[in-house]
């Protein structure tokens, strides 16, 4: 319940025009710690999973 009222207050700020108070805006948070460039390994994640569907 608390993040939920936090983040309807960042959305109202938002709407209102108020000025951003997120302290963490601007800095750069890639998705995977330690990757970068493009997701090669994805279809291999699906792949591995649609084998397990299969065999359960």
């Known amino acids: 319940a608390q ?7 960042i959305m109202a700020d938002a709407i209102l ?3 951003d108070r997120n302290p963490l805006k601007g800095l750069e948070w890639p998705a995977v710690p330690g990757h970068f460039g493009k997701p090669w390994f994805l ?3 699906g792949m591995y999973y649609k084998m ?3 065999f359960r």
């Open 3 to 9: 993040l939920s009222t936090h983040l309807g207050m």
């Open 17 to 19: 025009d108020r000025p």
């Open 43 to 45: 279809p291999l994640v």
């Open 52 to 54: 397990l569907d299969r």
